[in-house]
């Protein structure tokens, strides 16, 4: 008997996946008073606001509102990416051990809800090439200020305080602007070019 073979046939279809659907919404701070940045006689540093406020404020919102929080946290994970990375192979294993994941994702955040970032950069002891960076670690943006600008209109210190509200409890401490000195820790402050503002930049979504 004759085995006759049957040819069964599949009609394969590929079917492309949809593309997510992103939604963007801004902030609503229309109606917001900015504090003013005010030098203060006989303070070295120099606040946004009463103690700070500006920073606070924006904290608020941020914790205040899921939504706020959720538009914050989708922009800071784009502008985190794939991490800090370099094109050259020999200082990747640098690269990843002075600016840990957990650090970098930190100050992106700052980025966006506070237009700025601040780590501190630890050198080791040493002078000349002997001296080299250690460690980069992220400062809540909140707890740094700047000095009064120099007779030239830089900023050669920032002062690093836990809580602005009790200064005479957290006492204030001095550190160089980052490649200003030969000290052990120096503070980076990361921001944009600051407009009408000498000593803050404001994040993109405060009118």
Known sequence: MAHQNKRRNHNYRHTKPKAKEVAISFIELSNYVMPEVKENTGKDWVLFGKNNQFFQDLLERYNGSPTNAAIINGYSQLIYGKGLTTSNIE???????????KEVRKVTKDLKLFG?????????????????????FHIPRQSVAPNKLNEEGDITHYWHCQDWKQTNKNVPESYPAFGTSKEEIEILVIEPDKV???YYALPDYVP
């Not at 200082?91 to 994941?101: G, H, I, M, N, S």
């Not at 601040?118 to 090439?129: C, D, P, T, W």
């Open 116 to 136: 700025s970032g601040a780590v501190q950069v630890i050198y080791s002891k040493g002078r000349g090439a002997l001296r080299k960076v250690t460690g980069v």
């Open 196 to 198: 009408d503002n000498q």
């Open 91 to 101: 200082l990747t294993d640098t690269v990843k051990r002075l600016f840990p994941k």
